[in-house]
C-alpha cells in the first residue's frame, strides 16, 4: 500500500514540481511553484555578459575559475592543498524571499581525490556563520550525507557547530558532462529545490530570515556553472492549493 502511494505521489510531484527542470536550454526561467518572480536580482551568463541591480556584485576567485570559450561556462579548478572548494558569490542585496536558478554540470572523476559536489547557498553575512539554506546535488563528497539535501547550518566565530538541521534528504542520480537547471525556491519558512527528476522540501522557522548572500559550491572534480540568476519574490497564491495537498503527502513519506 505504501509502494503504491509513494509511485501515485512520485507522478505527481514529477509533473507539477519538475516541469521544464534539468533541460540544457536555460534561456527561458523554470516556472516555479512556491513563489512568484518578482525583480531581477541578478543575470549572470558569461565572461563579461550579465545584469546586476544597483550595488550587487560577484566574488570569484581567479585562481579557482577560468572562463571556458568552448562551452561558454566558468570552470572551477581545485587540486589537494588549495584549501576550501571552490566558491562564487554575490553579494550587495537583501532580500527575505528568493528564486535562484543554476545551470550547471559536473566533470568527470579522473583522480582518486575527485568528487562531484553542488552546492547552492543563501546566507546573511556577517550576522550568521554557516548557511541559513544550503541546498546540496551531493553525488560523493564525504563532506555531507551523499544525496539530494536540504540543510540549515549555524556555527560560532570559530566554526564549531551550533545548529544542523537536515531538512529533506533524497537520493540522487547525475551523470557528468551532463547539463542540469537547478532552481531554489526560499520564500518565508519554506523551500523547494528541484533538479531534472529530483526534488527536496522543507518547512521550518529558521528559513524565515533575511538574506543578502548567495553562493554556489563544487566538489574537487571541475564542475562548470553556464548561467545564474536570482530573483526577488513573493508567495505564489495561484498554486497555493495544488502545492499543500502534494507536498503534505510528501513530507509524510519515509525518505530513501
Given amino acids: ?132 539554506l544550503s541546498a546540496w546535488a551531493n553525488r560523493n563528497n564525504d563532506f555531507i550525507d551523499e544525496g539530494f539535501l536540504l540543510q540549515h547550518i549555524t556555527k560560532t566565530k570559530k566554526k564549531e557547530i551550533l545548529t544542523n538541521l537536515h531538512l529533506d534528504k533524497r537520493p540522487l542520480t547525475v551523470e557528468p558532462e551532463k547539463w542540469y537547471t537547478a532552481v531554489v525556491e526560499c520564500v518565508g519558512d519554506e523551500a523547494l529545490f528541484r533538479m531534472g527528476g529530483h526534488v527536496a522540501y522543507a518547512q521550518n522557522k529558521e528559513l524565515r530570515a533575511s538574506k543578502n548572500l548567495v553562493s554556489l559550491t563544487t566538489g574537487k572534480t571541475w564542475h562548470e556553472v553556464k548561467r545564474i540568476r536570482v530573483w526577488k519574490a513573493l508567495p505564489n497564491p495561484g498554486l497555493r492549493n495544488l502545492k499543500e495537498s502534494v507536498l503534505k503527502k510528501w513530507k509524510e513519506l519515509p525518505s530513501d
Wanted: charge should be neutral; proline fraction near 5%; hydrophobic fraction near 40%.
Fill in 1 to 132: 500500500m505504501v509502494s503504491f502511494f509513494r509511485f501515485v505521489i512520485s507522478i505527481l510531484l514529477f509533473g507539477v514540481l519538475c516541469l521544464g527542470v534539468g533541460a540544457v536550454e536555460c534561456s527561458k526561467p523554470v516556472p516555479t511553484l512556491l513563489a512568484k518572480r518578482c525583480e531581477l536580482i541578478l543575470d549572470d551568463a558569461g565572461k563579461e555578459e550579465g545584469t546586476f541591480a544597483e550595488g550587487v556584485r560577484c566574488r570569484r576567485g581567479k585562481t579557482k575559475w577560468k572562463w571556458m570559450e568552448g562551452s561558454g561556462a566558468w570552470r572551477s579548478h581545485w587540486v589537494p592543498d588549495m584549501g576550501h572548494t571552490p566558491v562564487v558569490s554575490y553579494v550587495g542585496f537583501r532580500e527575505d524571499n528568493l528564486i535562484v536558478e543554476v545551470t550547471f554540470r559536473y566533470g568527470p572523476m579522473s583522480e582518486d581525490w575527485h568528487d562531484q559536489c553542488f552546492r547552492i547557498a543563501m546566507d546573511d553575512r556577517p550576522k550568521i556563520t554557516g548557511h541559513i
